[in-house]
């Protein structure tokens, strides 16, 4: 079973990213059930804006996420809060899956559908669970199984402050929901892959 997790930091490699290093607590449980992850973190691709599969125009990096959206029976997609909202490279990345819509498998179903999706999000300010719900809802949307408590998030309360990188506070309830996620989404996952969902009725 594969997994991707799309981080959409603002931040370039090699910077440390605090939303990377909580999707890690996924990552790390989801590889201990025997799940080959990779992580992706968008802002250091050329994703052009659109709402299709294939590249926008030359360089266009985008078609490459896509092989690898359908490659992978998990998806994670990982986001910072940014004035209560998912970030600008989260909204790009949901924008270019809208495509997926409208994209069937060899069956007549919807490409999204047999495949699992979760959300993590970090930020120094409330906003977590609104961010959860426009990402979960798009990702269901387009046809992903988003299991119960398939998310984590970590902050200290409104206002601003330290980074997750930078304060231990609130970090175990975070890991644990993380860990509880990863379990989830390889459960519902396995599931799926025993039982898969067939194409919609007519």
């Known amino acids: 079973m594969k997994a991707l997790v799309l981080n959409c930091t603002l931040k370039r490699s090699p910077d440390p990213s605090n939303t990377e290093a909580l999707a890690g607590v996924v990552v790390e449980q989801l590889e201990k059930d025997g799940v080959d992850v990779e992580v992706v973190r968008a802002v250091d691709l050329t994703i052009e804006p659109g709402v299709v599969s294939e590249p926008v125009r030359e360089g266009d990096a985008w078609p490459l996420v896509h092989a690898k959206l359908l490659d992978a029976q998990i998806l994670v997609v990982a986001s910072p809060t940014w004035l209560g909202r998912p970030s600008s490279v989260a909204q790009r990345v949901l924008e270019r899956m809208d495509a997926m819509l409208s994209e069937t498998d060899d069956e007549g ?94």
Request: glycine residues 14%; without cysteine; aromatic residues 8%.
């Open 109 to 202: 179903r919807p490409v999204a559908y047999n495949r699992v999706a979760g959300v993590v999000v970090t930020g120094n300010e409330d906003g977590a669970h609104h961010v959860i719900s426009e990402i979960s809802g798009a990702l269901a949307d387009i046809g992903y199984t988003v299991p119960g408590q398939a998310w984590t998030y970590w902050h200290l309360g409104p206002g601003p402050g330290p980074d997750y990188l930078d304060d231990e506070r609130g970090r175990a309830w975070s890991h644990r929901t993380g860990r509880a996620m990863a379990a989830n989404l390889y459960g519902v996952a396995s599931a799926l892959a025993a039982r898969p969902l067939g194409a919609p009725p007519e």
